[in-house]
């Protein structure tokens, strides 16, 4: 089972704001936005529940339903879209700097 969203999530998701596409032009683009501000520890706790998240075997529809109840203002018109992100930041999350 997944547990709610740590703080440290929700703070991330809120980098994510509507001028995004003024600062972007790629996926990598849009993790290291999201990731403006991220510390080890706050790495730690995003990590260990996007982990839980991305192997839960949601479904597109899921993932867009999670990601409209984040505190964010960015729209993913897709499932598929929200899973590549959450996988990109697991993935930046997870080697150095924040290891």
């Given at each position: 089972?997944?547990?709610?969203?740590?703080?440290?999530?929700?703070?991330?998701?809120?980098?994510?704001?509507?001028?995004?596409?003024?600062?972007?032009?790629?996926?990598?683009?849009?993790?290291?936005?999201?990731?403006?501000?991220?510390d080890r520890a706050d790495a730690l706790a995003i990590r260990n529940f996007l982990?839980?998240?991305?192997?839960?075997?949601?479904?597109?529809?899921?993932?867009?339903a999670f990601w409209w109840a984040m505190p964010v203002t960015t729209v993913f018109?897709?499932?598929?879209?929200?899973?590549?992100?959450?996988?990109?930041?697991?993935?930046?999350?997870?080697?150095?700097?924040?290891?």
């Amino acid at each position: 089972m997944i547990g709610a969203p740590p703080p440290e999530f929700k703070r991330m998701c809120q980098n994510l704001g509507p001028d995004l596409a003024e600062f972007v032009s790629s996926w990598d683009d849009v993790v290291q936005h999201a990731l403006i501000g991220v510390d080890r520890a706050d790495a730690l706790a995003i990590r260990n529940f996007l982990s839980q998240l991305l192997s839960a075997g949601l479904s597109d529809n899921d993932f867009k339903a999670f990601w409209w109840a984040m505190p964010v203002t960015t729209v993913f018109e897709t499932g598929e879209q929200v899973r590549i992100l959450l996988a990109g930041i697991y993935e930046a999350v997870s080697k150095p700097p924040y290891t």
